[in-house]
T-cell receptor, first 112, second 116 residues
Framework: DQQVKQNSPSLSVQEGRISILNCDYTNSMFDYFLWYKKYPAEGPTFLISISSIKDKNEDGRFTVFLNKSAKHLSLHIVPSQPGDSAVYFCAASEGNNNDMRFGAGTRLTVKP | GAVVSQHPSWVICKSGTSVKIECRSLDFQATTMFWYRQFPKQSLMLMATSNEGSKATYEQGVEKDKFLINHASLTLSTLTVTSAHPEDSSFYIC????????????FGSGTQLSVL
């Protein structure tokens, strides 16, 4: 039962352009959403999060947008840099529940 | 930032043998650690929640007798895959929560298990 879906397994973007990574979820009880970034041979690291009471959260070049009615969130990276090349995981959780659900990840490649 | 160390990073074993994977929080105490499994092109799936000093809580469909979890201290949890079979070949990854905050979830680097 895949409650969090990342339908694009990969994305390639030119340096300096915008990267948009998408994530859809099915559980309307999810109220906290996170993006993790993973480099090869390393564990995922926390990137940015958003609570369901907001529709946008910005941190430097990274912005997460949440559309609750569509059960959709996206991560925007502007401008994209080659060092952003990694696998990005979307995750969602409900209340204080420790059970965080992950998407399958999207591999972003930023070309110089 | 907080560091979670996971060993080994890669292991090959024969069918029927047992494999132990260690997960350590290096600079914080973690009363709760989590074990995930990821098959190729699929999501990170939560297998179990490991609680220090008590029994682990397993997700539906995960065999507790096959995947033994021990969380004997605030900085160490182990996952033992008993009598491993080729279908257990997967990427296993642990995480630990610092301070009970949802964004303070730190991951190990994962273990790629291949069972021949």
């Amino acid at each position: 039962d895949q409650q969090v879906k990342q339908n694009s397994p990969s994305l390639s973007v030119q340096e300096g352009r915008i990267s948009i990574l998408n994530c859809d979820y099915t559980n309307s009880m999810f109220d906290y959403f996170l993006w993790y970034k993973k480099y090869p041979a390393e564990g995922p690291t926390f990137l940015i999060s958003i609570s369901s009471i907001k529709d946008k959260n910005e941190d430097g070049r990274f912005t997460v947008f949440l559309n609750k009615s569509a059960k959709h969130l996206s991560l925007h990276i502007v401008p994209s840099q080659p060092g952003d090349s990694a696998v990005y995981f979307c995750a969602a959780s409900e209340g204080n529940n420790n059970d965080m659900r992950f998407g399958a990840g999207t591999r972003l490649t930023v070309k110089p | 930032g907080a560091v979670v160390s996971q060993h080994p990073s890669w292991v090959i074993c024969k069918s029927g043998t047992s494999v132990k994977i260690e997960c350590r929080s290096l600079d914080f105490q973690a009363t709760t650690m989590f074990w995930y499994r990821q098959f190729p092109k699929q999501s990170l799936m939560l297998m179990a929640t490991s609680n220090e000093g008590s029994k682990a809580t397993y997700e539906q469909g995960v065999e507790k007798d096959k995947f033994l979890i021990n969380h004997a201290s605030l900085t160490l949890s182990t996952l033992t895959v008993t009598s491993a079979h080729p279908e257990d070949s997967s990427f296993y990854i642990c995480s630990a929560r610092d301070q009970g905050l949802r964004e303070k979830l730190f991951f190990g680097s994962g273990t790629q298990l291949s069972v021949l």
